[in-house]
């Protein structure tokens, strides 16, 4: 495994395994080499290059307008890059005979005849590679819309449509999925499903590419992260690695005796913050040595957690310089 630099000592952070990298037709992946796509004067993609591996979920990560939607497209073949290409399973898409078979994805949900059924939307799609009517069935009870499949799909809440587009990126039964936003709309118990129904996926030894913003989603589910700004790649890692990436955690500590305890724990050498009052941030140190010198002390403690940095931290310290639209941070009243 490679040494992970601080963000501000490398321009992309990849991660590297033994496994054979040359696209055999064995190894269930997406690979992207050297792509870039240029719309007139405007580049959307600059030499993008990485590779999602089967057996785990990969989250893909990027500000507005970074390139991730294109990368999609010119992965299924819907969009042709300037330059480079992109695989899945060894080949380009459109060279597989059955692609719903290899690849199964969700971009739109929305992408549905408004008056035709969602059975009858799925049997259009399974037609086009001869896939049975009872695969149809199974997916409509495996996303739940059983008792709305015969009705029309221009009727469906947005939860309801989106569990069709995840029906549809299933039909075929693919090696690989790739989902943009899978949870969006989706209600509490819909986002426990998908998360399961992500991870079972990837146990099962199959290539998951999810891109979305909901960080907190995001960190649950991924074990791997491709991260692009502007095109580019800013870092291919494990989850771990991302969170190696950050400083050292905090000790967040609260007590009636914050000055007695800052004089101990300054005395052991330690960095103490805060208010002074009740509430301390230590660093340098975990929470079982803090809660040790404590007692030592014989001080009281109400509160003893330690902080160590959030995906949506990570994330937006690694992209702040490839966010192409910012907000501004105040409004301000009508005159």
Not at 116 to 122: E, M, W
Not at 293 to 314: D, S
Not at 323 to 328: H, K, N
């Amino acid at each position: 495994m490679q040494r992970v630099l601080p963000p501000q000592q490398v321009k992309c952070l990849r991660w590297h395994d033994d496994r054979p990298a040359a696209g055999a037709d064995h190894w269930n992946m997406i690979k992207v080499e050297e792509l870039s796509k240029k719309y007139g004067s405007r580049t959307a993609l600059d030499g993008l290059d990485f590779t999602v591996r089967s057996g785990i979920v990969t989250g893909f990560l990027g500000p507005n307008g970074a390139g991730k939607s294109t990368t999609m497209r010119i992965i299924l073949g819907l969009d042709a890059p300037t330059s480079g290409r992109a695989t899945v399973n060894g080949r380009p898409v459109r060279a597989h005979a059955a692609p719903l078979t290899e690849i199964g994805a969700l971009l739109d949900a929305k992408a549905v005849h408004p008056m035709r059924s969602a059975r009858n939307h799925l049997r259009a799609l399974a037609a086009t590679t001869g896939i049975s009517d009872r695969r149809v069935d199974e997916v409509i009870d495996l996303v739940g819309l059983g008792d709305a499949a015969d009705r029309a799909a221009g009727g469906f809440s947005l939860g309801m449509g989106q569990r069709l587009g995840i029906a549809s990126a299933l039909l075929g039964d693919p090696e690989t999925l790739m989902l943009d936003e899978p949870v969006n709309g989706l209600d509490p118990e819909g986002i426990l499903w998908m998360r399961h129904l992500l991870r079972d996926l990837a146990a099962e030894g199959r290539t998951v590419f999810v891109s979305s913003h909901l960080m907190s989603e995001m960190a649950m589910i991924a074990e791997h992260f491709v991260i692009i700004g502007k095109g580019r790649l800013i870092a291919d890692v494990t989850a771990a690695e991302l969170q190696g990436m950050t400083a050292e955690p905090t000790i967040h500590v609260r007590t009636p005796e914050a000055g007695r305890l800052r004089e101990t724990l300054t005395a052991d050498g330690l960095t103490v913050s805060g208010d002074g009052r009740e509430t301390l941030e230590v660093a340098g140190t975990t929470s079982e040595d803090v809660g040790r010198a404590a007692a030592r002390a014989g001080i009281t403690l109400f509160e003893l957690t330690t902080h160590r940095a959030t995906l949506e931290e990570i994330f937006m310290d690694l992209t702040r310089d490839s966010v192409e639209y910012q907000a501004g941070h105040t409004i301000k009243a009508a005159a």
